[in-house]
């Protein structure tokens, strides 16, 4: 080794799912020590998710105080505690790839759990929880909706639905709405779109399972800010999951079962000259990183990860060539602004954060830690506690800002820092303060 650490970006290898070896239980664990060896020997992630104080808990209780005393059965406790944000990836690991090491701790705490799903399923509580278009096509009936959601917040039922499925009575859950996200917009015909830089100047809609069907207010106010700056804005033909839930819990079929439905129909939208925007960082990152990966000798795939945006990066590449509307009108003071994980392993650099900074007399305190929320990881039972314990620095950096608003584009993520309040106030999506701003 000529040197101690990489001082390259970190690159990443292509997703060998579809190779049986990828699933060899005994080279996994191989590579699981190596890994493992090297972060012991290093240890600077533990500040990050649980993956690490488990694996260095398990090293300095074992017999040999090295990884060769820790039980191979131990190792899962690990990759358990893993939730794929990719911050000790892009952020603190010193030995990804191109260094020589090779080390991908998510990727490989993925192939784990893809070669535990293949061998074992999953169990009902998790299959469930991933089956976000099933919840919310349920859950979203009318009377269901308000059944649900009134039961969501009953301390009797949670107490019985931690019980019996595992589902912490503290986590926070969810709302569920009757109507979606796709049926309170319409569809522009795309005429009168203006290019900038690389943006054609029409957007289509990816709406999501969660912006579609438990925060279609967002979605609303994406649509309203970018109407405001003369952007048309349509929707897909078809839509399913982005995959993202199914992809944590080690489910590769599934996605690319969810791709086969959601790739054709966004790149002939990429064929007509829309670009594509997701209001949720998990999904974009889906279309932008984890899918290219998972299929990279797929041209469509490739053609849709050059064209989907971050809603904030897309308002900012508008402004950096004179197409975005600063004709703000109204105030949103101190923001406390959680930068979500899976926007800042985008590497498009605060979008947001420099967005709301346009806005007249604003001040934000951008707040660059996880919130521990993970889609469902906060959710769970025997997790709910630890995801708590992650977010408290960003619940202790809200509180110190006294804001006017506290926000994160990641709307999990916000309900989390709510929770870990307490105090019964709700964040604000900052594309909801943008709306704010323009008035409109």
């Known amino acids: 080794m000529s040197r101690e650490g990489s001082l390259e970006a970190p690159t990443r290898h292509n997703l060998d799912w579809t190779n049986p070896e990828f699933y ?6 191989d590579e699981l020590e190596r890994v493992f060896d090297i972060c012991h020997g290093c240890r600077r992630c533990v500040s990050l998710c649980e993956s690490f ?42 030995y990804v790839p191109p260094h020589e090491w090779d080390l991908d701790f998510p990727h490989l705490m993925l192939q784990a759990k893809a070669v535990k799903f293949k061998k074992e399923g999953a169990s009902f509580r998790d299959k469930t929880l991933s089956s976000t278009d099933a919840l919310g096509k349920f859950a979203g009936i009318p009377v269901v909706a308000g059944v649900v959601n009134t039961m969501n917040n009953n301390g009797a039922f949670r107490s019985v639905l931690e019980s019996t499925f595992g589902v912490h009575k503290n986590a926070t859950l969810p709302k569920f709405h009757s109507k979606p996200l796709r049926k309170r917009i319409s569809a522009d015909d795309g005429a009168g779109a203006e290019p900038a830089g690389p943006t054609t100047g029409k957007v289509a809609l ?25 952007i048309p804005v ?20 599934s996605v690319a079962a969810a ?10 939208l990429v064929d007509e000259g829309w670009d594509i925007i997701a209001p949720v960082p998990s999904c974009v990152l889906m279309f932008k990183q984890e899918l290219p990966l998972m299929f990279p000798n797929d041209p469509d795939v490739a053609k849709v990860r050059d064209a989907m ?19 703000f009108n109204g105030e949103v003071g101190v923001v406390a602004y959680h930068a979500a994980c899976h926007q800042r392993v985008q590497r498009i650099g605060p979008k947001t954060r420099e967005f709301l900074e346009l806005i007249p007399n604003t001040k934000v305190d951008m707040i660059e830690r996880c919130s521990g929320h993970d889609g469902t990881y ?17 619940v202790n950096r809200v509180k110190k800002a006294e804001p006017n608003y506290y926000s994160s584009d990641c709307a999990m993520a916000g309900h989390q820092i709510a929770n870990g309040l307490g105090d019964g106030s709700e964040p604000k999506h900052p594309i909801t303060l943008a709306r704010i701003a323009y008035g409109i």
């Open 24 to 29: 060899n239980e005994d080279k996994l664990f």
């Open 53 to 94: 104080p488990t694996l260095f808990d398990l090293v300095d209780e074992s017999d040999t105080m090295e990884v060769d005393g820790v039980k191979k059965a131990d190792y899962w406790k690990v990759v358990d505690q893993c939730y794929l944000c990719d911050l000790c990836f892009l952020t603190k690991c010193p």
């Open 206 to 230: 990816f709406a999501t399972c969660y912006g579609n069907k438990n925060d279609p207010q967002s979605g609303e106010d994406l649509v309203a800010v970018l109407r405001h700056n003369n």
């Open 234 to 253: 349509t929707l897909a033909d078809k839509e399913k999951c982005c995959g993202m839930p199914k992809l944590e819990l080690g489910d590769l079929e």
């Open 259 to 268: 791709k086969e439905v959601n790739i054709p129909a966004l790149a002939k």
């Open 309 to 327: 945006y971050d809603p904030f990066e897309y308002l900012m590449l508008r402004h950096k060539h004179g197409k975005l509307n600063t004709d």
């Open 378 to 394: 906060a959710v769970k039972k025997e997790f709910h506690e630890n995801s708590m314990k992650i977010a408290r620095p960003v």
